[in-house]
């Protein structure tokens, strides 16, 4: 049981030592929102919100002595074990980028956790929805000289959406910023609000989709600027015919993909796919039964994954993939196999 004073002597302890290492966070929050937003820049994805937060000390003292059940301190270590010194999150508009947004993170940063966390999977947060990164910097980034000094920090960045953001920010303020928690009949409500605005994104996405169809008349999306098709339009148009033109977008997603994965032309891409190219329909098919969205090339990137498996994230990254990292992409493989029809997979 922890007494009075070793409260006390806990709280002088990690306001001293914060002091004088919170300094070394608000550079690194700094240095950090500019790589992500340059990064962003250069993929031509501008519409993404960057945000960020340093703790304030109060925060972290009072986090630091908290209390299980039994008495004891909950961290033994706050400086270590306490995370979210550092907080950053991205909104993109709609979940339709969320992947994106994450490949791009996960290429930025060395991922040491990842949790995606949605509706269902935490009883006392009702709708939430977010995918969690703990991350550190790259060893070639904290060579930098602008990062001297900084030591190795970890931090936390949240990737969601701008309605999964309303909702959480709302949810949270009644759930722990209130005096009382909501009864039962209060966390129905919650549970069905953020059905509405799961409902509300998926037409955002359909309207999105079906708008980009609905002027045969002008010139495709997957027009260069010198009327050129795009290198990768015949192939996803091959694979995954009567889809119709895709955004020019899209392709030039994929095209970075292909390129970070070594392949350079078609018949390198058939020959990696090997028996899949023949099953791109029926993936297509199963994709689209809960992501209606699916546009050509996400598909063709789908296709990948599961060909590739597990060597589509190391040659992605050029580096050894992180245990949680793998074990996503083993569950999302999974989650696909079994919606596939046994003589499909």
Not at 142 to 171: C, K, M, N, Y
Not at 280 to 298: C, G, I, M, N
């Amino acid at each position: 049981m922890v007494t009075d004073q070793q409260i006390a002597d806990r709280r002088a302890e990690v306001a001293a030592w914060y002091a004088d290492a919170r300094h070394r966070y608000l550079r690194t929050e700094s240095l950090v929102t500019r790589m992500v937003r340059r990064a962003l820049r250069d993929a031509g994805n501008e519409s993404v919100k960057v945000e960020s937060r340093v703790k304030s000390p109060e925060s972290l003292v009072a986090k630091a002595v908290r209390l299980r059940d039994d008495g004891t301190f909950k961290y033994a270590d706050p400086r270590a074990e306490i995370t979210d010194l550092l907080g950053v999150r991205a909104l993109v508009p709609l979940r339709t980028e969320l992947a994106a947004m994450t490949r791009l993170l996960e290429d930025l940063f060395v991922v040491v956790e990842k949790s995606d966390l949605r509706e269902g999977t935490a009883e006392d947060v009702p709708g939430y929805q977010s995918t969690h990164l703990l991350v550190r910097l790259r060893p070639d980034t904290l060579a930098d000289l602008d990062f001297h000094g900084l030591g190795d920090p970890v931090f936390e960045i949240q990737a969601r959406t701008i309605l999964q953001h309303a909702w959480a920010s709302l949810q949270h303020d009644l759930m722990y910023k209130t005096e009382r928690p909501p009864g039962p009949a209060i966390r129905r409500r919650l549970i069905a609000l953020a059905g509405l605005l799961e409902l509300a994104e998926r037409e955002f996405i359909l309207v999105r989709h079906d708008h980009g169809e609905a002027y045969p008349d002008e010139p495709p999306d997957d027009a260069g600027t010198d009327g050129a098709e795009h290198p990768a339009a015949a192939l996803v148009t091959q694979l995954f015919p009567g889809s119709g033109s895709t955004h020019r977008a899209w392709l030039d997603e994929v095209e970075s993909v292909l390129g970070q994965l070594g392949l350079a032309d078609e018949d390198a891409v058939r020959s990696e796919l090997g028996d899949w190219a023949g099953r791109a329909e029926a993936v297509a098919a199963a994709v689209r039964a809960t992501e209606p969205w699916a546009s050509p090339p996400y598909l063709l990137d789908v296709l990948l994954r599961l060909a590739l498996d597990e060597d589509y994230l190391a040659r992605r990254t050029g580096a050894a993939v992180s245990e949680p990292a793998l074990s996503a992409h083993r569950a999302e493989r999974d989650d696909l196999l079994a919606r596939l029809d046994p003589e499909d997979r």
